[in-house]
């Protein structure tokens, strides 16, 4: 579906400095609108400017307040469908409730359908989000979905700034896939943790696969947010006689005690995007350094508003 209408970007309150950098490198201006809360807290949304025709991009991750940030986003959705916009898309770089993808125990949701119904019936016409949590989650819409990576960012800033002995490290079996091709990309070596999860946002490290000792050993994850994995995995990376630690991760959640227990862990460093806004307190961790993926949307957001491929940012 090609579009007469130029590149209008738009944001919520999730974070406006993100789509505020991506407009700069887009060489646009940010979309006018008025985007604050009633007194009751509902939130109070109107656009500011001519939309009709106009190719739409809402940059809107659902962070936390996961549900606040939601709701504004259908809104938000619903209020350029009926104002005409001849395209629009759903910008999201942290797609909330991902985790909930499947049903693998009884009586649960699958949360991550959920939301995608509701993005599309609420009017997106397609889908730009980052590093979701279970690549599954594209099936789940009936719209076209172009899920990027933020490995090129990540693995540029390791090739610039190498680590000696490198071992790339995966957190669970499920992540194994991730740091191959971070391994791969680096010429380092590969190990990984096998790890139980006996409940919710809690995990126990079993056993560390893969010969760290006297090494330089990088985890690399999708997100952090307790901190409870990411931390167990260090120690036990350390008890196998890792001699440094870096982690790196797309979306830093950082909720509940993540920031005091990532302080007092074995980490020497941590990398991470700014798909999600850094809360105040993450701001004052030392050992965070953080990568901006406004460029890489940006080029994603172009090729799609010109119709060209993609797919070389999908690496």
Not at 68 to 88: G, Q, T
Not at 212 to 226: E, N
Request: hydrophobic residues 40%; proline residues 4%; negative net charge.
């Amino acid at each position: 579906m090609s579009t007469t209408g130029g590149i209008k970007v738009f944001s919520g309150n999730a974070n406006p400095k993100l789509a505020e950098e991506i407009a700069r490198h887009l060489g646009c201006d940010m979309g006018h609108a008025f985007t604050e809360r009633f007194s009751d807290g509902e939130f109070n949304f109107q656009i500011d400017e001519n939309v009709r025709g106009g190719d739409v991009f809402i940059v809107q991750p659902t962070c936390p307040p996961t549900d606040e940030h939601l709701m504004e986003l259908l809104i938000m959705l619903d209020a350029f469908r009926r104002s005409s916009a001849e395209r629009i898309t759903a910008v999201i770089p942290y797609y909330g409730y991902g985790r909930s993808d499947k049903k693998d125990r009884p009586r649960v949701p699958i949360s991550a359908r959920l939301v995608a119904n509701l993005i599309t019936v609420a009017g997106a016409d397609r889908l730009l989000t980052i590093d979701l949590h279970a690549a599954q989650i594209q099936g789940f819409f009936d719209i076209p979905v172009d899920h990027l990576y933020s490995a090129p960012v990540m693995i540029g800033y390791y090739q610039d700034n190498p680590l000696p002995n490198l071992t790339v490290v995966a957190p669970d079996t499920g992540g194994a896939e991730r740091a191959r091709a971070y391994a791969k990309r680096l010429d380092a070596e590969l190990a990984l943790c096998d790890k139980r999860r006996e409940k919710a946002n809690v995990a126990e490290v079993m056993n560390v696969v893969g010969d760290v000792r006297g090494r330089s050993c990088l985890i690399v994850d999708d997100m952090c947010d307790t901190g409870g994995s990411l931390t167990k995995v260090a120690a036990a990376l350390k008890n196998a006689g890792a001699e440094r630690i870096h982690a790196c991760f797309t979306h830093a959640v950082l909720s509940g005690q993540a920031v005091k227990q990532l302080d007092e862990s074995e980490i020497e460093q941590i990398i991470i995007t700014n798909t999600i806004p850094l809360r105040d307190h993450a701001c004052e961790l030392k050992k965070i350094k953080v990568l901006s993926i406004a460029p890489l949307l940006a080029k994603a957001i172009k090729s799609i508003h010109e119709e060209t491929s993609v797919s070389s940012l999908f690496v």
